[in-house]
Nanobody, 123 residues
Framework: QVQLVESGGGLVQAGGFLRLSCAAS????????MGWFRQAPGKEREFVAA????????YYADSVKGRFTISRDNAKNTVYLQMNSLKPEDTAVYYC????????????????WGQGTQVTVSS
């Protein structure tokens, strides 16, 4: 069992930055690949970024590539999402999630989810 708690969301102007954190409970954190997803009002939850268990590989949605960076610290049971050059279209609730599969882009393959943190980007 893994419990995930996101933090770091907030209101920021376009062009600004935020750093999201996701703290995980349990001693098996390093066994999971971790992903970030987001859901805007009236839209489906979509993939943002993922990182494998060793942090050796990262994956990004085209819409955030070059602006967002995912990282993890297995000693701290935490995964991060550094978001730079934010745009109004990045406004959404951001969720972190854990998976034991290699299907990093597929939300149905994630076993555990956090409660989400709101990110609002004003123009």
């Amino acid at each position: 069992q893994v419990q995930l708690v996101e933090s770091g969301g907030g209101l920021v102007q376009a062009g600004g930055f935020l750093r999201l954190s996701c703290a995980a409970s349990g001693r098996t954190f390093s066994r999971y690949a971790m992903g970030w997803f987001r859901q805007a009002p009236g839209k489906e939850r979509e993939f943002v970024a993922a990182i494998n268990w060793s942090a050796g590989s990262t994956y990004y949605a085209d819409s955030v590539k070059g602006r967002f960076t995912i990282s993890r610290d297995n000693a701290k049971n935490t995964v991060y999402l550094q978001m730079n050059s934010l745009k109004p279209e990045d406004t959404a609730v951001y969720y972190c999630a854990a998976t034991t599969t290699l299907h990093y882009y597929v939300k149905s393959k994630y076993d555990y989810w956090g409660q989400g943190t709101q990110v609002t980007v004003s123009s």
